[in-house]
Nanobody, 119 residues
Framework: QVQLVESGGGLVQAGGSLRLSCAAS????????MGWFRQAPGKEREFVAG????????SYADSVKGRFTISRDNAKNTVYLTINSLKFEDTAVYYC????????????WGQGTQVTVSS
């Protein structure tokens, strides 16, 4: 069982930047693909970004390409999401997720961290 703890959310002005962190409890962190999802009020949870366990390749939702960057530090068991040029519509609860070991389907979820963008 992998436990994930997000941090770094908060209230930010539009145009600003933020870095979210997600720390994993499993010391074999490098075996897991990692991702970030978000859920805005009244909307379904959506995929934002992912990074593979194998070669560190990344993928992004079209709506965030060029503004969001996902990265991982296997030595610290942590995945990051750097968000630039924040928009009001980025307001959401951001969730960290991990796949099963060496897998592709997300099996573990964090509790989420709130990001609120003010105009």
């Amino acid at each position: 069982q992998v436990q994930l703890v997000e941090s770094g959310g908060g209230l930010v002005q539009a145009g600003g930047s933020l870095r979210l962190s997600c720390a994993a409890s499993d010391l074999s962190f490098r075996r897991y693909g990692m991702g970030w999802f978000r859920q805005a009020p009244g909307k379904e949870r959506e995929f934002v970004a992912g990074i593979s366990w194998s070669d560190g390749s990344t993928s992004y939702a079209d709506s965030v390409k060029g503004r969001f960057t996902i990265s991982r530090d296997n030595a610290k068991n942590t995945v990051y999401l750097t968000i630039n040029s924040l928009k009001f519509e980025d307001t959401a609860v951001y969730y960290c997720a991990a796949t099963s070991a060496y897998g592709q389907r997300y099996a573990y979820w964090g509790q989420g961290t709130q990001v609120t963008v003010s105009s």
